[in-house]
């Protein structure tokens, strides 16, 4: 598939959901009204208008087949802008976005091994990454290391058991920082735990913190991988 990306635009819609996804998560769905049909690319996200003259960059978290709505997934444990705008939304809110934004996407040829190494919210553009991957039927082998501080901050952990069943050869493996006594998975940063196998046969996807995403570019160079299939997206903090 060759990717002609749509020129980002203004748009105008409304708050249809607010979840609190757990206590320092929200997913938010907004219905896209106008001016025109909005489409994007799994992996693409939009600049939220949070005031009257400032936006935040939020990565499309759902999947083409649920436009017009859309879905973003924001941390909101930090006093922000952004973060205070959404809290403060409620169903039938008016809101506004430019988008769609950014390159992050699949790329037109998978190899055999895809690799995807996320942390947090930085999880959000590959979920419907995974659908897309669900519909190509690719024959792609798919590992996917999410790591969060601890157990609390784990989200949508169904919508990733069900792609194990639906998306055959992915598995996703959790791994936490700061885990209780009772946590029995992976213990650590993702960086302690992923492998390749076949480094002329794999694509990597790395999204989420910035210095984490740095920190992993540098090591799969240094292993070998070809910048040409590291993909990334830094979920760069503003308002510093
Ligand atoms: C392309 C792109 C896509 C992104 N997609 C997402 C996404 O899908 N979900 C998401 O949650 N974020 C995403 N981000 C990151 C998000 O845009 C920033 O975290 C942004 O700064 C949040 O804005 P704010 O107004 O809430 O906080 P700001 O007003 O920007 O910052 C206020 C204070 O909070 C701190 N802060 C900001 N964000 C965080 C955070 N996440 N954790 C801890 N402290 C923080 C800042 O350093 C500052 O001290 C994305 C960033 C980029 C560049």
Redesign the pocket.
Known sequence: MAYVFPRPAQYYGKVVKKEYLNNK?IKLDIVSEKPEKFFFFPGQ?INLK?NQF?Y????I?SYIDRLPIIS???????????????KSLNIGDPVSFIGP??R?VLPDELYKYLLFLVT???L??ILPMLQQLTELKTNSEIELYVGFRNEDDIFEESFLKSCESKLKNFKYHICISQPSQKWAGFQGRITDFYKIIDIENTQCFICGNPEMVTEVIERLKLMGINKTRIFH????????
Do not use: W
């Open positions: 998560t996200f949070v400032i935040r960059p939020y990565s978290a973003i997934i924001l941390t909101v444990a930090h006093e922000g802008l952004g973060s205070n705008y959404v934004s950014g992050f947090g919210t930085g959000a553009p997206e830094k979920f760069v903090l503003f308002g510093k």
